[in-house]
């Protein structure tokens, strides 16, 4: 597929099914690109479109079927509105940095790789009367393929990435910061069951 320029061709990419329920357009917007007018589109969408596939079937379909609907905040973004972000200081990193993570149609030098910032508003409704974030880090680290985990404070929001070289990093902005847990650290091996046995009585309670 060519990158679209024309709104049919746009149209055709946005239909294009990543998974049971998903769809590249659910990845396309950008309010940094919505604000200053700038097209938020891929220039490889058939990469695009297998790593988004990669990140649906990986990671988002199971933690829906888990935890129930999943909302996105920030997804896909070509090479131009990311820069852009990073410049006016918008919470992008830099293109280099963000290659296979949310420009998902440029591999990184270990591969190629997308990821998705999301909020679970069942989480996001626990975590703001007291649920801890580590909780559900823990669930996804013993039960997923992720490449990296980010929290953020607002809504316990996360970026989730999909690799093919998968780093199995996790690290958070909300108390306590910095690094949960990477390769080599004592606490990345074997079952974290324990640390989130309540958060799952909770979602098979309601």
Known sequence: MKKPESVAKLEDLGRVRLSASFYMRDFLYSEIAAMHGLLNVPENPDLAIEVGGQLCESLLEPLQRQFGRIAIRSAYRSLAVNELGNRLGLGCATNEHNYARHIWDVPDDHGRGAMACIVLPWFADR???GADWRALAWWIHDHLPYSSL???????????GWHEQPERRIDSYIAPK??????????HAGSHASEYAELLALREAD
């Open 127 to 129: 975590y703001a009367t």
């Open 150 to 160: 980010y929290f953020f404070p607002k809504l316990a929001a996360f970026n989730i």
């Open 178 to 187: 910095g690094c949960l847990t990477r390769p080599g650290m004592a606490n």
